[in-house]
């Protein structure tokens, strides 16, 4: 089993930047794909992209390609979400999920992430 964190939400204005952390505990952090979910009040939780376990794979949500970029530092045991260029359509509580699946297109699937966070909520005014 393993414990995630995440921290580094807030509010910020559109067309800024934020990064948020997710700080794992217990199993084998290298051991999991990690994924980044957002959660809109009123909608379901929406894939925003992943991070296979060495790291050396990504792939993200089309609403966010270009503008958000996971990386993870598997000593320290995070993973973070560097988000540029945001929108309040990007208002959103966000989530970091780990799976344990092999199998890449299922890396997209809520389904797929048995461990969460808490989540942080992000608020991008106009």
């Known amino acids: 089993q393993v414990q995630l964190v995440e921290s580094g939400g807030g509010l910020v204005q559109a067309g800024g930047s934020l990064r948020l952390s997710c700080a794992a505990s217990g199993r084998t952090f290298s051991n999991y794909v990690m994924g980044w979910f957002r959660q809109a009040p009123g909608m379901e939780r929406e894939f925003v992209g992943f991070?296979?376990?060495?790291?050396?794979?990504?792939d993200y949500a089309d609403s966010v390609k270009g503008r958000f970029t996971i990386s993870r530092d598997n000593a320290a045991n995070a993973v973070y979400l560097q988000m540029n260029s945001l929108k309040p359509e990007d208002t959103a509580v966000y989530y970091c999920?780990?799976?344990?699946?092999?199998?890449?297109?299922?890396?997209?699937?809520?389904?797929?992430?048995?461990?969460w966070g808490r989540g942080a909520q992000v608020t991008v005014s106009s």
């Open positions: 999920g780990a799976s344990t699946s092999y199998t890449v297109s299922y890396f997209k699937l809520r389904s797929q992430y048995a461990y």
């Open positions: 991070i296979t376990r060495s790291g050396g794979r990504t």
